[in-house]
């Protein structure tokens, strides 16, 4: 009898601690009309882009992974069906996943790939710059992409009006709109460098969903004129306090 119930105890531990080791990770894929997107893959890669988790929406766009705690290189949505024809793929990068996570991708035709967030090292310390790299799927279609080239997917100009940038759910006022190039696989790629107020809000004020303890979670949705193509794409920054 003894032994039993200590094979109970030990049990309990061990599951309890696996419990603790693992956290849920859900949400719900959606056009930007709010259409549910169904069969939609959801992976969670590392640094070498190996899938560690994976999982497919439901009919009603949902999704759910018990996942072990730990941060994650990016989160990316596709589905293989539509890709390339009418829809591309959504990102999210450094994937903070200590308690359960909800992120809810929302893309279409056109791609928010590579953000990347800092904050300049000049005070009063209110600004980040954020770094990605748009790319069309109606200019991916009618470039021809060779070595060497300067490929040409991302629209020729952005203005503030096309940009809707949110920290932790709160605007964030554009200050500044850079175009530039990235060097990646033998070729250049254009991209955008934009700089943003840090909004006034308080940690109380922040929504649920929006608030991750430690992190700024920096949501980017481009409507583009240019294109009439529109796509979105998120990160995850570690706090750094004004």
């Avoid at 000049?122 to 990605?132: A, G, L, Q």
């Avoid at 006022?173 to 060097?183: D, L, P, W």
């Avoid at 109380?204 to 409507?223: P, Q």
């Amino acid at each position: 009898m003894k032994t039993t119930v200590l094979t109970l105890i030990f049990a309990c531990l061990f599951f309890g601690l696996k419990a603790q080791d693992s956290a849920k990770l859900y949400g719900r894929v959606t056009d930007f009309a709010g259409n549910p997107i169904d069969s939609v893959s959801i992976r969670l890669k590392n640094k070498q882009f190996e899938n560690i988790y994976e999982t497919l929406t439901d009919f009603d766009g949902k999704f759910s992974l018990l996942v072990k705690i730990d941060t994650y290189y990016c989160l990316y949505a596709i589905k293989l069906s539509d890709y390339r024809k009418t829809k591309l793929e959504y990102w999210a990068w450094n994937v903070p996943i200590f308690s359960d996570l909800e992120i809810n991708p929302q893309y279409n035709n056109m791609e928010i790939y590579g953000i990347n967030a800092f904050e300049p090292q000049v005070s009063p310390h209110e600004t980040y710059r954020i770094y990605f790299r748009p790319m069309s799927l109606k200019k991916g279609n009618v470039n021809t992409i060779e070595k060497g080239d300067t490929i040409n997917m991302a629209p020729e100009t952005i203005t503030p009006d096309e940009l809707d940038i949110k920290i932790n759910g709160a605007d964030a006022e554009i200050v500044g709109i850079n175009k530039t190039t990235e060097y990646a696989r033998g070729s250049f790629f254009y991209c955008y460098d934009i700089q943003v107020l840090k909004p006034n809000y308080t940690l109380e004020t922040i929504k649920d969903t929006e608030r991750v303890k430690g992190f700024d979670k920096i949501s980017i949705i481009l409507k583009s004129k240019e294109t009439g193509e529109i796509g979105k794409g998120e990160m995850f920054l570690n706090r750094i306090e004004k």
